[in-house]
């Protein structure tokens, strides 16, 4: 298959950032008072101080050339403009991976283990656990730009587009693949339906590949009642993880071209929506900072500005239920290719307490019997971001799943 792929480095004109810098002066804060615990949100004097920072302080071509010291590449893959950062492996075999990212991921929350995946031996490791690291940006979530001619776009039809990039654009008979999030239910897919293709999968999550089917697909609790005679433990915990998730699934499965409206228009707006994702989400203790510094914060808010891409990155969960996920077999495990799960205590469902009862918990679940998991390990450090939160956890479970899987 001929298709042309396009070196390029990443530049964000002037205007642009000129652009930006003047509606961050014009930042019109809410009263807030009585939320400096987070309580009600995100509060106006934190995010004031980002913005201060955004607009007078943060360097975005300090960020853009640490991004551009990787290889960039644009392809059209069945008419859908594809951006990826590829770093050769050097090993005696390296063998290719494809790294898919979530939401509010961008391309760059992997940057911690490109390196240490393509050259092992660069960081105390094997040079035979090198991989070709091919990391792309999601369509509609950056680079190259704003998604057109793709308004149903969602996880399994990226995986579609992620098998003709490997096999068809890049040449590679056979590929792994990881991700977290949104990337982990495309690698999932990826193992579903091109098993055949792939050494295996490594993922961040265990969602079924129909997680966003059904009339309420929004509702994280699965439509479980909270009940009086749940142990206190449970209902604790099942009250903090709605409180966590609920608002972010029912606004981007029902409301969100509405809210992107805001997000397109204001910097600070939208800087709000990701910042308060990243504070819950991450393993933290409260203070977001101790894993996102003030410029990596802002290294991928500005990504998503300049791309003016929230709008189309928050359609993936209308999409997945709009356009339900099927089968391509019915035969068991459903995800056939090996995998591998990371999974972090910050994650843990009801009821479940340590590290050790996550994995146990997994495998005796019912979703062990729907993964043909090879390697399964839970970390007591780290959140939802951990590619970035735990680099070297992640690095070292994904080799694990890969160990006697190359040729």
């Known amino acids: 298959m001929a298709v042309a792929v396009t070196t390029f480095s990443i530049h964000v ?28 949100g995100v509060p106006a004097g934190y995010l004031g101080e980002l913005v201060a920072y955004w607009r007078d302080g943060f360097d975005w071509r300090r960020a ?27 090993g005696p075999r390296p063998i290719p991976l494809i790294l898919t990212h979530g939401w509010p991921w961008t391309f760059w929350h992997w940057s911690k283990v490109i390196d240490p995946l393509a050259d092992p031996a660069a960081f ?21 730009g704003p998604l057109t001619g793709f308004p149903d776009v969602n996880f399994w039809k990226v995986a579609d587009l992620w098998h003709t990039l490997m096999t068809e654009v890049l040449g590679y008979p056979r590929y792994a693949a990881g991700g977290c999030d949104i990337g982990g239910i495309v690698s999932s897919q990826l193992g579903h339906k091109y098993a055949d293709s792939l050494y295996g999968i490594h993922i961040g999550s265990g969602l079924p590949l129909d997680f966003f089917t059904g009339p309420r697909a929004w509702d994280f609790a699965r439509n479980r009642p909270l009940t009086d005679d749940l142990p206190t433990d449970v209902r604790a915990r099942m009250i903090e993880l709605d409180h966590r998730w609920a608002v972010h699934l029912t606004v981007h499965m029902l409301d969100g071209a509405t809210l992107s409206h805001g997000l397109s228009d204001s910097p600070a707006g939208l800087l709000a929506w990701l910042l308060q994702r990243w504070r819950s989400w991450s393993d933290n203790g409260g203070a977001v900072e101790s894993v996102f510094s003030r410029d990596d914060l802002l290294t991928h808010a500005t990504i998503y500005w300049v791309t003016n891409s929230i709008a ?20 068991t495990p459903v995800v056939e290719a090996p995998v591998g799960l990371t999974f972090v205590t910050y994650e843990n469902p009801p009821g479940v307490h340590t590290a050790e009862d996550r994995v146990r918990a997994f495998e005796n679940g019912p979703l062990a019997g729907y993964f043909n998991h090879v390697n399964v390990t839970a970390h007591d450090r780290g959140g939802h971001f951990i590619p970035w939160e735990n680099p070297q956890a992640w690095v070292d479970d994904l080799r694990r799943t890969f160990h006697g899987r190359r040729p």
Do not use: C, Q
């Open 13 to 40: 004109p002037d205007e642009v950032l000129d652009d930006l810098r003047a509606r961050l002066a014009l930042t019109r804060a809410p009263l807030d008072e009585g939320n400096d615990d987070w309580s009600y």
């Open 64 to 90: 853009e050339a640490a991004i551009n010291a990787y290889e960039h590449h644009r392809v059209d893959v069945a008419g859908v403009p594809v951006h990826f950062l590829r770093k050769p492996g050097r």
């Open 124 to 144: 105390g490791g094997d040079p035979a656990d090198a991989f070709d690291v091919i990391v792309p940006s999601l369509p509609g979530f950056g680079f190259p």
């Open 312 to 331: 189309t990155s928050m359609r993936y969960y209308a999409n997945a239920n709009r356009y339900p996920w099927t089968p391509s077999h019915d035969r």
